[in-house]
Antibody, heavy 118, light 110 residues
């Protein structure tokens, strides 16, 4: 049974750095793509970026200057860092696994609410 | 990279069929073979319902079907059931517009 479990700090102050990690269980990170997606309270989904197991990344142009996604295949984990957060970054953050063809999300983490408040 | 346009809400009676539209442009849906749809209950993670425009993952009811015409993709739910009441999001992938989500549609079962 494939599972994604995510963790990280849930309360940040403006200008701090958001840091979340997602662990993959029931398989291997190898030969797959992995994404981070967020959802502000009461709003829709926004794709943040993706990483391939060999480390290639692609980011949403609107967040590209502040986002870093990394992967640690030895630990079956991948991580998200978002710099200089503001209240607009308050959201539930999800990690997700891409399907075999690569262009959809078939497994999702449980979600983590990150609140940015002074 | 603007969000794809979905109706805010769609409703239908038990047993009826409903269709949710997802409108984009020639740069996203119009040129994409990779449209997917997700169901989301309040407080829960989204669930994949349709991928590659028309394909259904194992375990998803055959009451859910997807299609695309021009710059608009659609999700049809036939034989509407109470458990179908949820939010639904479309998503499109192209090399130039990677992973754009729709604005979301709340489905209400009357």
């Amino acid at each position: 049974q494939v599972q994604l479990q995510q963790w990280g700090a849930g309360l940040l102050k403006p200008s701090e750095t958001l840091s979340l990690t997602c662990g993959f269980y029931g398989g291997s990170l190898s030969a797959h793509y992995w994404s981070w997606i967020r959802q502000p309270p009461g709003k829709g989904l926004e794709w943040i970026g993706e990483i391939h197991y060999i480390g290639n990344t692609k980011y949403n142009p609107s967040l590209k200057s502040r986002v870093t996604i990394s992967i640690d295949t030895s630990k079956n984990q991948f991580s998200l860092r978002l710099n200089s957060v503001s209240a607009a970054d308050t959201a539930v953050y999800y990690c997700a696994h891409h399907g075999v063809a690569g262009c959809y999300f078939d497994y999702w983490g449980q979600g983590a609410l990150v609140t940015v408040s002074s | 990279q603007s969000a794809l346009t979905q109706p805010a809400s769609v409703s239908g009676s038990l047993g009826q069929s409903i269709t949710i539209s997802c409108s984009g442009t020639s740069s996203d849906i119009g040129s994409s073979n990779y449209v997917s749809w997700y169901q989301q209950y309040p407080g829960k993670a989204p669930k994949l319902m349709i991928y590659d425009v028309t394909s259904r993952p194992s375990g998803v009811s055959n009451r859910f079907s997807g299609s695309k015409s021009g710059n608009t993709a659609s999700l049809t739910i036939s034989g509407l059931q109470a458990e179908d009441e949820a939010d639904y999001y479309c998503n499109s992938y192209t090399d130039n517009s990677p992973y754009v989500f729709g604005t979301g549609t709340k489905v209400t079962v009357l």
